[in-house]
């Protein structure tokens, strides 16, 4: 297991991936984000990031949601619903330049 430079808990579980910041060789610079994951595919997962800024003209907030496109490493695992820490990297395919590299709270069931 390596280091990647960021105060994040690693995973508990070893993985084979070769795009997992941990376990393989993928680099993590840049944009550190929290979200909500809102679908999973197979090695990859879909976050909703809020965003809430005042407008000054109607003094009144404006709430923006975004979706970024991440890698999920099979170390980390996360599932729909649970809340994660995303890091910008390289870009892995068309749409995905984030990897997940910490989930901070799960499904509860």
């Known amino acids: 297991?390596?280091?990647?430079?960021y105060d994040v808990k690693p995973p508990e579980k070893e993985c084979e991936d070769e795009n997992c910041p941990f376990h393989g060789k993928l680099p993590v610079r840049g944009q550190v984000f929290r979200g909500?994951?809102?679908?999973?595919?197979?090695k990859s997962a879909v976050i909703e990031?809020?965003?809430l800024r005042y407008v000054p003209k109607y003094e009144r907030y404006l709430?923006?949601?975004?979706k970024?496109?991440?890698?999920?490493?099979?170390c980390i695992d996360a599932r729909e619903g649970d809340n994660?820490?995303?890091?910008?990297?390289r870009p892995l395919s068309k749409t995905k330049s984030?990897?997940?590299?910490?989930?901070v709270s799960g499904v509860e069931e």
């Open 1 to 5: 297991m390596r280091d990647i430079g």
């Open 36 to 42: 909500r994951v809102v679908k999973t595919y197979e």
């Open 49 to 51: 990031k809020e965003l």
């Open 63 to 66: 709430k923006k949601i975004s």
């Open 68 to 74: 970024i496109h991440a890698h999920n490493p099979p």
């Open 84 to 89: 994660v820490t995303i890091i910008e990297c």
């Open 98 to 103: 984030f990897v997940i590299v910490e989930k």
